[in-house]
């Protein structure tokens, strides 16, 4: 294949820099520009020239012969001080030499099409340098050495020792024995649905750790949503006063929720106004509101529901979780608890003081089902959910079909169904405009 290039490192200045390349031409490249090559995966020092022989920089280079690297190529790693000009031109001089640059991710790429990792595994490698929190990056070396892989894969092996035989069943239809019912195909149909159901709940477990959960806070202005935020935020990162209408444009701010990403939004008070500034400020926030997980209503229980409460409230996007934030307990007096109100979940707290908050916090995680501490949780994308949710659609249509038609044909398809879905997950049945996503999200330099 094509030798590639790439700056390893992220942008910016560092006290260390490093150019990697793969393929073919690799170990040549580097003779050229370190003047010999290190014995493999031994560290050697080397001045790094341009054409005329001139020092570029000075630092370690790094060989590793195919098919002992992280792509299953040759791979040289040049790593020398982190100036971007100088990476730049290392970068350069490889290209003159017969390398081309990199697309993004095209180092795991390569190592997935060299069978050095699977797709699940390759797609942890980005996870973990996106990882937000300590959970997530746990989870995300998981699933970089294997754990939600070697879960799909026993899945998939069970699977595929079930549709032989049920397919070898067929053929003896015409036999008095019953191979199905005397196999209790049924009952290994329906284990395979709880193991399945197991590692749905780990993967979507993972994919709040990923993605983490949006929270967009509305009302009244002067309900104390400001204070609300900064409440969540650990400091005042929202301006608080007694002056209707001092949040103009969304306030953003990330936070982590026992280890749950957790990105807030500050709105204007949605009223009518007519400040053109302040009415641009209320058409963002109706547009913030249509992206949220989970909406906080707050409302200034010191004055009571009034009519404009509720014409928010039926503003408010209807698919969208809500919970009534009861602000100001500590005007009222009243107890600070979660209550459900006319199927309405409403939490009874107090902005300026903090009561209440723990029981806002439990609320927004479990309102998406997370738990937190869950041991076994390896990260997850929307598209291994959905893969997932496919298999187990096939499996059970293929239950229902054995158990009211005897139709095992109808079984042995939807188990085929199931087979291919999996196998999405891994990268065992994928297919090119899959693979160029996945991989063009990367950084450059995986």
Do not use: W
């Not at 790693?77 to 001089?93: A, Y």
């Not at 939490?347 to 479990?366: F, H, V």
Request: with cysteine; charged share 25%; aromatic share 4%.
């Amino acid at each position: 294949m094509e030798t590639i290039v790439a700056i390893a490192t992220a942008p910016g200045k560092g006290g260390v820099g490093i150019v990697r390349l793969s393929g073919d031409k690799s170990a040549d490249i580097a003779k050229q520009i370190c003047g010999k090559l290190p014995s493999p995966r031994y560290a050697q020092f080397s001045h790094f020239k341009d054409h005329d022989g001139d020092i570029i920089d000075s630092g370690v280079v790094l060989y590793f012969p195919n098919p002992a690297s992280f792509t299953g190529e040759d791979v040289i790693e040049l790593q020398g001080h982190g100036s971007p000009l100088v990476l730049d031109l290392l970068c350069q001089r490889a290209i003159k030499l017969g390398a081309r640059m990199a697309r993004p991710g095209e180092f795991s790429e390569r190592a997935f099409l060299n069978n050095k990792m699977d797709l699940a595994q390759a797609e942890a490698v980005a996870d973990l340098i996106d990882s937000e929190t300590e959970q997530a990056a746990r989870s995300a070396i998981r699933s970089l050495q294997g754990e939600f892989s070697r879960r799909i894969n026993a899945l998939l092996e069970q699977l595929t020792e079930l549709r032989m035989f049920v397919e070898a069943s067929i053929d003896f239809s015409d036999e008095e024995i019953d191979f199905l019912a005397e196999a209790q195909v049924a009952q290994q149909v329906q284990d395979l649905l709880v193991i399945l159901d197991s590692i749905q709940a780990s993967a979507q477990q993972g994919r709040l750790l990923r993605e983490g959960m949006n929270v967009v806070l509305a009302g009244q202005p002067n309900a104390g949503k400001s204070s609300l935020h900064n409440q969540l935020a650990g400091h005042d990162a929202a301006i608080v006063t007694d002056v209707a209408g001092t949040t103009r444009d969304i306030l953003r701010e990330q936070i982590h929720l026992e280890g749950l990403p957790l990105r807030i939004s500050d709105t204007a008070g949605l009223h009518d106004s007519p400040d053109e500034v302040e009415r641009e400020g209320i058409r963002r926030t109706h547009a913030e509101l249509a992206q949220a997980d989970h909406i906080l209503m707050v409302l200034d229980d010191s004055k009571g529901d009034d009519d404009k409460d509720q014409e928010i409230m039926s503003l408010l996007p209807k698919d969208i979780p809500l919970t009534l934030i009861r602000n100001k307990a500590d005007k009222t007096g009243h107890p600070i608890e979660l209550v459900l109100e006319n199927n309405q979940t409403s939490i009874y707290l107090s902005a300026k003081t903090g009561e209440g908050m723990a029981l806002l916090k439990q609320r927004l995680c479990e309102s998406v089902g997370y738990h937190p501490q869950e041991e076994g949780v390896f990260i997850a994308r929307r598209r291994h959910l959905d893969a997932l949710s496919r298999a187990r659609t096939a499996i059970d249509t293929g239950y229902h079909c054995l158990e009211g038609m005897g139709a095992g044909e109808l079984l042995a398809e939807e188990l085929r169904i199931a087979q291919q879905a999996l196998g999405e997950i891994t990268g065992t049945f994928t297919n090119d405009d899959l693979l160029s996503k996945i991989f063009s999200s990367f950084c450059i330099g995986k």
